[in-house]
């Protein structure tokens, strides 16, 4: 009886210490998923069209804009109740956050120009870098 009864207690124990470890694992790939992918998006946005992209500050946002050629539309991707979102819209329209795609959360969002052809897009997830190009060098 007693062997029976260390036997369900190891048992149980070992059951709840593999749901722990299953959690800790799964948690953490998502993390690192949403990592990649907010990076992966920012970068996919910008190589849209090289020669379009600007930041401004838009109702008091920063807002990195990727122009749709000579549309005069655009992708406008902002960081909004902590989530990084993007829209498409005319350019000069006010931003539709309403509207507009989460990309997904993060508590920072930076666009820094290290040079003439060089981005620096920082979120809370990392940093991606992006070779801006005239229509001429492409």
Do not use: C, P, W
Request: no cysteine; charged share 25%; glycine share 8%.
């Amino acid at each position: 009886m007693i062997m029976m009864g260390f036997f369900i207690i190891s048992f149980l124990l070992l059951v709840l210490f593999g749901t722990k470890i299953y959690q800790s694992i799964s948690r953490n790939e998502e993390d690192s998923a949403l990592s990649r992918t907010l990076s992966s998006y920012l970068h996919t946005a910008s190589k849209m069209n090289e020669a379009g992209i600007y930041t401004e500050e838009k109702e008091g946002k920063l807002v990195l804009t990727v122009k749709d050629g000579d549309t005069g539309f655009g992708n406008r991707i902002y960081l909004h109740e902590g989530y990084l979102v993007e829209d498409f819209g005319k350019l000069d329209d006010e931003l539709n956050a309403s509207s507009a795609m989460q990309i997904g959360e993060t508590s920072v969002f930076e666009v820094e120009k290290i040079s003439e052809s060089l981005l620096k897009i920082s979120t809370s997830d990392g940093q991606v870098y992006i070779s801006l190009f005239e229509k001429e060098d492409r």
